[in-house]
């Protein structure tokens, strides 16, 4: 977790806020340190987290967990980190036969044109509720990341009604107890019109989005791009709509630097 | 409990250092700057080191191919090559030349490599001890540059130096445990089109073989292995994936999601046995730039060749010490926050009778022109003046 992002979110490290739909997008560079930001901070508040992880195994983010100071492992145990492997269930999906054990894998709609992600929903559901099949306590549910989904060959229109189910389900409302954390991809340089339309899509359900790009003007040592912030105003009219903020960004290897745009140490 | 046995042999304290986590010793790799990663050498060392040492066990590394995708093969044999001299058991598979092609012509290793790393081992170091003494004076600024080649035989068991005039002997090549995967031997021609799912069979039968070697080699790291056994790496090189030899079909926009997919699966392999793959893909081959981006991101590590060959860059004089450009797109991020960072992104590689380097592109130094600058040249600039010396029409008072 990386206190100066809390900081400029407006988060409290000790009590994440609720009701929130996190959207982070990257270009032309990889925004997945923010995934692992988000994890550990919910981690650390105490939530129930759901990581329903497509691009990384357990390994991955249990050894970032340790370096951003959360037992993940630990976490499992308890009951506290629910983890749906994606990568798993996609070989499964690819290797086995039509017959054996097809009806269990969520991601069965990979081989089977006709399904659809409603299993990989139902999975979800058993994870983060309880009996009644509402939220029990604070739930966040993590999705690293949509944009695999697209890959594989799901239709925009599959994955866009997966996450309003998820939506509906987590953060319906600002006052609700969930919270939903996503990444997807859209690379500015190329027009890849799935990816484009899944961003709109979870752009305009979003309250807050962060556009991590690649800088501009080219590959850095020193600044690995910057974080536009973009907190969208749902609730009341009379403020303005939307309200932004832009940053550049340092990765470092256990924690990641924030600093206004042209402020960088090696800059200045 | 720890106190009284310490006491009991002789007053040894028992403060025991905490023991970092043991990283496998398994001959040909090497843990990463960052340490907890598991690195095994390209067998270009020049690459290797710009990559941030070496591939990252349990991580697919890509190599888009250049337009005639003869770099691309070069890289693949030197994979292989340094397989054969780490004794790594490997794992080949084409589609276009059989394996055993691949196979026949591997570089030789240079011979005297590991005899005089023992020797030299003591003698480099000193001489490095005092290079780094020597500050420079003049060009001070070069001091932080770091050399782009390590020197020969720096490391005996990681990373050796081969030559491409010679071919590696067969009894060699024969040392290595091999598994060849050609894809009109493993699944006929009549097949290929028979699409029982949505799903491209050659890719679905390459997977499987891939994951029979990996079970049958023990690589599999999610089943506990027995003990005695010494452990190794497996090395995937998959040549020329997703050519029009693989069944894959470009449509201009529509591109089937059997390829992605195929790597998604690879990755869930990958990630639980001690594995490192090699992909060459002819991307320039698709239309679609994003289909392109999507195999990207479901790669690790990402790089691109661009040859000169038959392009405007050949006559190019800027570029004439090199054969080719090569990109780095995105370096495997596995077990980390951050990725392996370099120092620039400008890179060339360049082929010469023996050995394949890759460099940071330079440009050559310019020789020609300056002899067009009056000044520049002895001759004139002494003549000049001595002319205007007993000119009368002098314009200025400093001329005389």
């Not at chain 2, 011979?111 to 005092?130: H, M, R």
């Not at chain 2, 490391?155 to 024969?174: C, V």
């Not at chain 2, 330079?362 to 003549?383: C, F, N, T």
Request: aromatic fraction near 8%; charge should be neutral.
């Amino acid at each position: 977790m990386f206190t100066e992002l809390n900081v400029i979110l407006g988060f409290d490290h000790l009590k994440p806020p609720k009701g929130q739909f996190v959207l982070i997008s990257d270009s032309l560079t990889d925004g997945s340190f923010l995934i692992h930001h988000f994890l550990s901070l919910y981690i650390k508040g105490g939530w129930k987290v759901c990581l329903l992880a497509l691009a990384q195994s357990f390994g991955h983010y249990n050894t970032v967990g340790q370096k951003l100071g959360v037992h993940l492992t630990q976490a499992r145990e308890k009951g506290q980190l629910r983890f749906v492997d994606g990568l798993n269930h996609s070989l499964q999906a690819y290797t086995s036969t039509a017959e054996d054990g097809q009806d269990k894998n969520p991601l069965t709609c990979l081989r089977d044109k006709k399904a659809t992600l409603r299993p990989l929903y139902d999975l979800v559901k058993t994870h983060v509720c309880g009996e009644e099949g509402v939220l029990e306590g604070p739930t966040l549910l993590l999705v690293d990341d949509l944009s695999v989904l697209l890959s594989l060959g799901m239709s925009v229109k599959d994955v866009s009604d997966f996450v309003h189910y998820c939506r509906v389900l987590m953060c319906p409302s600002q006052q609700s107890q969930g919270a939903m954390v996503t990444l997807v991809h859209k690379d500015a340089d190329v027009e890849d019109e799935e990816y484009s339309s899944l961003f709109r899509h979870m752009a305009y359900h979003s309250t807050v989005h962060l556009a991590v790009e690649g800088l501009s003007s080219g590959y850095s040592r020193d600044v690995h791009g910057q974080v536009t912030v973009t907190f969208r105003n749902v609730l009341d009219p009379s403020q303005p709509q939307t309200r932004k903020r832009r940053l550049q960004y340092k990765v470092e290897e256990r924690n990641v630097s924030f600093f206004a745009p042209g402020t960088s140490r090696a800059v200045l | 409990m720890a106190a009284s046995m310490g006491r009991g042999r002789g007053g040894v304290t028992s403060f025991q250092k905490k023991a970092r986590a043991k990283t496998l010793q398994i001959p040909g790799t090497r843990p990463s700057s960052q340490g907890n990663q598991l690195l095994v050498s390209t067998g270009v060392p020049s690459l290797d080191h710009i990559i941030g040492g070496g591939v990252v066990v349990g991580t697919v590394m890509l190599v888009e191919e250049d337009s005639f995708g003869s770099y691309a093969r070069l890289l693949m044999k030197y994979f292989m090559a340094e397989g054969i001299m780490t004794h790594h058991p490997l794992l080949l598979s084409s589609a276009e030349l059989h394996p055993k092609q691949l196979l026949s012509d591997l570089p030789a290793p240079v011979s005297d490599d590991i005899g005089k790393a023992a020797l030299n081992q003591e003698e480099v170091s000193l001489e490095k001890n005092v290079q780094k003494e020597a500050t420079m004076k003049i060009a001070w600024r070069y001091q932080k540059l770091r050399t782009e080649q390590p020197e020969l035989g720096a490391f005996s068991q990681f990373g050796h130096y081969y030559d491409l005039s010679k071919t590696m002997s067969s009894e060699m090549r024969d040392t290595a445990p091999t598994r060849l995967f050609y894809l009109q031997d493993e699944l006929p021609l009549e097949k290929q089109g028979v699409w029982t799912s949505i799903t491209n069979p050659a890719y679905i039968k390459l997977l499987q073989s891939i994951q029979d070697v990996v079970k049958e080699g023990q690589f599999d790291l999610s089943v506990p292995q027995p003990k005695d056994v010494p452990r190794t790496v497996l090395r995937i090189g998959l040549h020329s994936l997703g050519s029009p030899l693989w069944g894959e079909q470009d449509s201009g926009s529509s591109h089937d999601s059997s390829l992605p997919h195929f790597l998604h699966a690879l990755r869930a392999v990958l990630r639980t046995s001690l594995a490192a793959c090699l992909i060459t893909i002819p991307t320039h081959l698709f239309e679609d730039m994003a289909f392109t981006r999507r195999l990207e991101k479901l790669c690790d590590s990402v790089i691109r060749l661009e040859s000169f060959a038959g392009s405007e860059k050949e006559q190019n004089p800027a570029y004439k010490d090199y054969h080719g450009l090569l990109y780095i797109k995105q370096l495997s991020q596995a077990n980390s926050l951050l990725s392996y960072m370099p120092d620039c992104n400008d890179f060339a590689f360049k082929l010469r009778r023996k050995k394949f380097a890759v460099e940071k592109l330079h440009l050559p130094p310019e020789l020609q022109d300056s002899q067009q600058r009056e000044q520049d040249d002895p001759v004139a600039a002494l003549k000049t003046p001595s002319a205007s010396c007993f000119n009368p029409s002098v314009k200025s008072k400093l001329d005389f």
